[in-house]
């Protein structure tokens, strides 16, 4: 599996490949040699270390100057051929990072989401860029195509042209970190996660939160697009690991995401597994991640949005059961079978 991803800050992309890999090691109980591959740069194979300690993988990490670049390079060439730095191998799964070349074995790739295709204003240039020449290649090329939904599924199928039997849903899960009992954050506020970024749209829940006059803390990396966490009522946290973001689901009034476009959304599971009330984007990316267990909002209206916490603030028991139970459905282990199946 290419990890590459994960020689970066983790955000929905990394935690997804860091989830699977736990989840089909779990699922292969010993039956599987799994390898975690990635040309990376130094300081990206201590990341990569460290979001895959504990973890039963072997990992093969060569060490590249301007890893990226050659990742690239490496991806159009089209040699020389992955085995020659990993040997003979049955699977090849890489991520939107790379596409590397194959003499044999199964090809199978993951797409989170056609974003870059559909709304290419919503993302870097160079996510454009890399993201619609992999998307490209993997429906030329793959005999596996994994997604996080049905929604994706559909979308890779119509908008790529890839064959409905080669695309496999494998849902994400919750990790453990992520449950109703622990340590708890302080002080009153709504929650939001996510990069800041024009896609997140963390824009509309700062409107919201300042028209409620309650605080709205912002959980996420900085992000590109001129987009600020602005507003007297906005506390901007940054990136936060796992146990910190989940004392702050606990703890919040109420969960804000009002994404415009998603593959799934696992931030969503997250914040019901911690019994927080969720406020989601009515796009139909996210009806999976949501089932009926929260408030939903037209992302780009305001007044549905201050409506939508409003409803959380009156009824947070009964959504925090809802999502809690509904959360519970989704584990690493099942995307680990799903995975395993997809390549049998």
Not at 16 to 37: D, K, M, P, W
Request: glycine letters at 10%.
């Amino acid at each position: 599996m290419d990890v590459s991803p994960l020689s970066h800050v983790r955000t929905g992309v990394g935690n997804y490949i860091r989830g699977s890999l736990r989840g089909i090691a779990e699922a292969s109980a010993g039956a599987h040699e799994l390898v975690a591959f990635a040309p990376a740069s130094r300081a990206g194979r201590r990341a990569i270390e460290a979001s895959l300690d504990g973890f039963d993988v072997d990992a093969r990490l060569p060490v590249l100057p301007a890893a990226h670049a050659l990742r690239t390079l490496w991806s159009r060439a089209g040699t020389p051929p992955v085995e020659r730095f990993l040997g003979a191998f049955d699977v090849l799964h890489f991520s939107d990072w790379m596409y590397p070349p194959q003499r044999a074995g199964v090809r199978s790739t993951m797409i989170h989401d056609l974003v870059p295709l559909h709304h290419p204003e919503w993302v870097h240039a160079r996510t454009e860029r890399m993201h619609g020449a992999k998307y490209r290649h993997a429906a030329r090329t793959c005999d596996v195509v994994v997604v996080n939904s049905r929604f994706t599924a559909e979308d890779v199928a119509e908008t790529l042209g890839v064959e409905r039997a080669r695309i496999h849903v494998a849902y994400p899960g919750v990790d453990e970190t992520f449950t109703p009992e622990g340590p708890r954050a302080e002080g009153e506020y709504v929650l939001a996660v996510g990069t800041l970024e024009p896609r997140k749209n963390l824009e509309a829940a700062i409107d919201a939160a300042g028209r409620l006059g309650v605080e709205l803390r912002v959980v996420g990396p900085s992000g590109w697009g001129g987009v600020q966490a602005h507003g007297r009522h906005v506390t901007w946290l940054g990136y936060s690991g796992d146990a910190d973001v989940a004392a702050l689901y606990r703890s919040a009034a109420a969960f804000v995401y009002p994404s415009r476009f998603e593959g799934f959304g696992i931030p969503v599971l997250e914040a019901m597994a911690c019994g927080a009330p969720c406020v989601v984007s009515s796009h139909p990316s996210l009806d999976e991640a949501c089932g009926a267990a929260a408030v939903r909002a037209d992302p780009d209206d305001v007044d549905a949005i201050v409506a939508g916490i409003e409803r959380a603030f009156s009824d947070r028991d009964g959504l925090a059961q809802q999502g809690f139970a509904h959360a519970r459905r989704f584990t690493w282990l099942a995307n680990g079978r799903a995975h395993l199946e997809a390549w049998s």
